[in-house]
């Protein structure tokens, strides 16, 4: 079984760890609430996508590490599968990031 990079996501999680970005002072973060609305409206108009709330998963690509003063943080693109817009990038701090368990390659 080979592990990737990648990290699966609920949109609960995605929420604490944008607060957790924002707390530090990290430059990427994303206004939750607007990204919230939009791939919830992309989702519901694709019949075979399931909206599941906050329980709806995204995945975290890494693309760079960046130092700050407040500490490390891994730069990630939150990938949708491009249902919102844009390239949207969190910085997420280092020990968080490795809590979180990665996506297994395929």
């Not at 939009?38 to 995945?59: G, K, P, S």
């Amino acid at each position: 079984m080979n592990l990737s990079s990648d990290r699966f996501i609920t949109l609960e999680n995605l929420k604490l760890l944008n607060e957790q970005s924002i707390s530090h002072g990290f430059r990427y973060n994303l206004d939750f609430d607007t990204y919230l609305e939009h791939l919830r409206a992309a989702m519901e108009a694709e019949d075979e996508l399931q909206w599941r709330e906050l329980d709806t998963e995204v995945i975290l690509v890494p693309l760079m590490w960046h130092d700050y003063p407040q500490g490390g943080a891994i730069r990630c693109q939150v990938f949708s599968d491009e249902l919102v817009p844009g390239l949207l990038k969190l910085d997420v701090p280092i020990a968080t990031f490795y809590q979180l368990p990665p996506t297994i390659a395929l």
